[in-house]
């Protein structure tokens, strides 16, 4: 069983900061992709950022040079620093971790970030 839980969303003012923390456990071996997502109200999951467990990061464009993807393997954690947030950035964020040899995926829960003043 393995389980993703994702942690430190809020409300914050347009241009603050938040770092969302995503945590794999349960029986894995290893983990390779993780990665976040979000999915706005009426519109579809895209995503936001993802890295390789060699450190090998992409991002959509709209977060680009404002959000920032990284992880720590020994603790199969992915975490995002989110800064100049804007309204548009408002969504449920969610985590995916792809393990290794299975290749199955797991999500979390989803953490509600909003950008309102």
């Known amino acids: 069983q393995v389980r993703v839980v994702e942690s430190g969303g809020g409300l914050v003012q347009p241009g603050g900061s938040l770092r969302l923390s995503c945590a794999a456990s349960g029986s894995i071996f290893r983990v390779n992709t993780m990665g976040w997502y979000r999915q706005a109200p009426g519109k579809q999951r895209e995503l936001v950022a993802r890295?390789?467990?060699?450190?090998?990061?992409n991002y959509a464009d709209s977060v680009k040079g404002r959000f920032t993807i990284s992880r720590e393997n020994a603790k199969n954690t992915v975490y995002l620093q989110m800064n100049s947030l804007k309204p548009e950035d408002t969504a449920v964020y969610y985590c995916?971790?792809?393990?290794?040899?299975?290749?199955?995926?797991?999500w979390g829960q989803g953490t509600q970030v909003t950008v309102s003043s």
């Open positions: 995916n971790a792809e393990i290794a040899f299975s290749g199955d995926t797991y």
């Open positions: 890295i390789t467990r060699d450190d090998i990061t």
